[in-house]
């Protein structure tokens, strides 16, 4: 496999020794024929999803030393791609690998995009998970600025240049469109599918998702408030 593969695609895992077969097998067969490598980060699992994990050429292995979290997780998973092109998805097989190559194809639609977040059009959970998820994006996408609908679909397809807006901070991977627009990159969505949870359970409740997220939405409006970035021009020796 070469040193830099074209495509890099990041998997949080968390306890989903049922599942992480199958996700490898689609992902797989989804990118059939292309220069792609599989970042799986476990993140503490206490079940047997590291002894499940087939391994290969393309698999790469992160193993965290405790639970840290998804944010940790992603960001750990992203900051060790190789890739031009960087996919995140979740583990438990309700993001469909099916939606990767048109999410990659629309990168470069129209003048280019740098950052594309998928959406669930058609989301397979409970009425009130739903309903609470839309109130917080609505409350959300207006305070932060993001202009994204659903930032709790983990389903995206970033250029590596922007991982550097990514900070490392417990919630990080609800904001990664507002860290990343707010440093002057194209952000775009398209929908995608969402299937039902078969195995395993959900890692959050309304405790660890609204709450949090509103906290720390105030964060991020003062973070992103009094970020910069610059752009060398060129460098001289003597």
Request: aromatic share 6%.
């Amino acid at each position: 496999m070469p040193s830099s593969p074209a495509i890099s695609v990041v998997v949080p895992l968390y306890n989903e020794e049922d599942n992480v077969v199958e996700m490898q097998q689609q992902i797989d067969t989804v990118l059939s024929g292309r220069d792609y490598e599989l970042v799986l980060v476990d993140d503490g699992s206490k079940d047997q999803t590291l002894a499940r994990v087939q391994r290969g050429a393309r698999v790469r292995v992160i193993v965290f030393e405790k639970n840290s979290g998804q944010s940790a997780a992603m960001h750990a998973g992203i900051n060790a791609a190789l890739g031009d092109v960087i996919v995140t998805l979740d583990g438990d097989l309700q993001n469909d690998p099916a939606d990767i190559p048109a999410m990659i194809a629309k990168l470069d639609e129209g003048s280019g995009y740098d950052l594309v977040c998928g959406y669930r059009a058609k989301r397979k959970d409970t009425t009130f998970k739903r309903l609470q998820s839309r109130i917080a994006n609505f409350v959300r996408s207006r305070f932060v600025g993001d202009h994204v609908r659903d930032t709790g679909c983990t389903l995206k397809v970033m250029r590596r240049d922007c991982r550097e807006a990514l900070l490392l901070f417990n919630g990080m991977h609800r904001f990664i469109p507002a860290l990343i627009r707010n440093m002057g990159w194209r952000v775009t969505e398209m929908p995608v599918n969402h299937r039902p949870r078969i195995h395993g359970v959900s890692k959050y409740g309304f405790g660890n998702r609204a709450l949090r997220a509103t906290l720390d939405m105030f964060g991020v409006r003062w973070l992103n408030s009094r970020r910069t970035r610059y752009v060398i021009r060129e460098e001289r020796r003597g």
